[in-house]
């Protein structure tokens, strides 16, 4: 579970700060986020349309902290107009933080949640959160921490990081919470001795479900194969959904039109994705 986070306003910025980090010279530098990104020290990471990705270290409270602070555009008009109606794009990702929190379901430390509105119109939001040490993501993880391993204790590590993951993705899901882009830069892997921990992040696409349907379902195991399980091969493909589906990989029809299931709908996407590079019509991706 998340700390209550101390709410502040200062100058036209709300912000949502978590306890640890409400010290005063920290909260009157949140009001004006932009500014992280002007600092010297601060390495862009992503700049797109909608989002813009910074990493930098600050003092707080007289502490170091390694951050990431992400923008969200309010980038067109439609967007701006629904905007007093919704949560803004921190705002969801502080909530998706909590939903994961009281799942018991790891990620970054969220700092804070900071909006920039106008009579209620959406200008800017901004998520920061705490840099996880040692981090690296899904695929990186296994491509260079995993894969060099010989001899069967690298069979074993590899089996055990599918188990694992396949855990991660079964904990979500029987608790009824859909991540919308659970893919494996979404996932960062921390190696131990032997055994790996897993935190999940971009996390305004999180949500708690009544139900958690089949094909929300499907849809995340699709962004796994489409990314991660590129990188696989068979055995270990089925070793992950061994582990995903429990006792219920025992039934062969089940478990074949699981597989089936997750193949057809990957391949919808790739070929969607092809049409749109090339610039064909009816481009966009087909929802799973």
Same mark, same amino acid.
Request: hydrophobic fraction near 45%.
């Given at each position: 579970?998340?700390?209550?986070?101390?709410?502040?306003?200062?100058?036209?910025?709300?912000?949502?700060?978590?306890?640890?980090?409400?010290?005063?010279?920290?909260?009157?530098? =949140?009001?004006? +986020?932009?500014?992280?990104?002007?600092?010297?020290?601060?390495?862009?990471?992503?700049? *797109?349309?909608?989002?813009?990705?910074?990493?930098?270290?600050? *003092?707080?409270?007289?502490?170091?902290? !390694?951050?990431?602070?992400?923008?969200?555009?309010? $980038?067109?008009?439609?967007?701006?107009?629904?905007?007093?109606?919704?949560?803004?794009?921190?705002?969801?990702?502080?909530?998706? +933080? @909590?939903?994961?929190?009281?799942?018991?379901?790891?990620?970054?430390?969220?700092?804070?949640?900071?909006?920039?509105?106008? +009579?209620?119109?959406?200008?800017?939001?901004?998520?920061?959160?705490?840099?996880?040490?040692?981090? @690296?993501?899904?695929?990186?993880?296994?491509?260079?921490? =995993?894969?060099?391993?010989? /001899?069967?204790?690298?069979?074993?590590?590899?089996?055990?990081?599918?188990?694992?993951?396949? /855990?991660?993705?079964?904990?979500?899901?029987?608790?009824?919470?859909?991540?919308?882009?659970?893919?494996?830069?979404?996932?960062?892997?921390?190696?131990?001795?032997?055994?790996?921990? $897993?935190?999940?992040?971009?996390?305004?696409?999180?949500?708690?479900?009544?139900?958690?349907?089949?094909?929300?379902?499907?849809?995340?195991?699709? *962004?796994?194969?489409?990314?991660?399980?590129?990188?696989?091969?068979?055995?270990?493909?089925?070793?992950?959904?061994?582990?995903?589906?429990?006792?219920?990989?025992?039934?062969?029809?089940?478990?074949?039109?699981?597989?089936?299931?997750?193949?057809?709908? @990957?391949?919808?996407?790739?070929?969607?994705?092809?049409?749109? !590079?090339?610039?064909?019509?009816?481009?966009?991706?087909?929802?799973?």
């Amino acid at each position: 579970m998340l700390p209550e986070f101390v709410q502040r306003r200062v100058g036209g910025a709300m912000i949502r700060v978590h306890p640890a980090f409400a010290d005063a010279a920290f909260v009157e530098r =949140l009001a004006d +986020a932009d500014g992280f990104f002007r600092d010297p020290g601060c390495e862009i990471v992503k700049d *797109q349309k909608k989002i813009k990705v910074g990493r930098l270290a600050v *003092q707080v409270a007289g502490a170091r902290r !390694a951050l990431y602070v992400k923008r969200y555009n309010a $980038f067109s008009l439609r967007y701006k107009i629904g905007s007093p109606f919704a949560l803004s794009g921190a705002r969801r990702a502080l909530r998706g +933080a @909590a939903i994961l929190g009281a799942a018991k379901i790891a990620t970054a430390t969220p700092v804070a949640a900071v909006e920039h509105r106008s +009579a209620g119109i959406l200008q800017k939001s901004f998520f920061i959160s705490e840099e996880i040490a040692g981090g @690296a993501t899904a695929d990186r993880y296994w491509r260079e921490t =995993l894969r060099p391993i010989p /001899g069967r204790a690298g069979f074993r590590r590899r089996r055990g990081f599918l188990g694992a993951l396949a /855990g991660l993705f079964r904990a979500l899901h029987e608790q009824n919470i859909y991540h919308d882009d659970l893919k494996d830069a979404n996932i960062l892997a921390v190696g131990g001795a032997a055994v790996e921990s $897993f935190f999940l992040l971009d996390l305004e696409g999180v949500r708690r479900c009544a139900r958690l349907s089949a094909r929300r379902r499907i849809k995340n195991l699709v *962004q796994l194969e489409r990314t991660f399980g590129r990188g696989l091969g068979r055995s270990e493909r089925l070793a992950f959904l061994k582990c995903y589906l429990g006792a219920s990989f025992a039934e062969r029809r089940f478990r074949r039109r699981t597989i089936a299931a997750v193949l057809a709908a @990957a391949g919808r996407v790739d070929r969607a994705k092809a049409r749109a !590079a090339r610039g064909e019509s009816g481009s966009a991706p087909s929802r799973i």
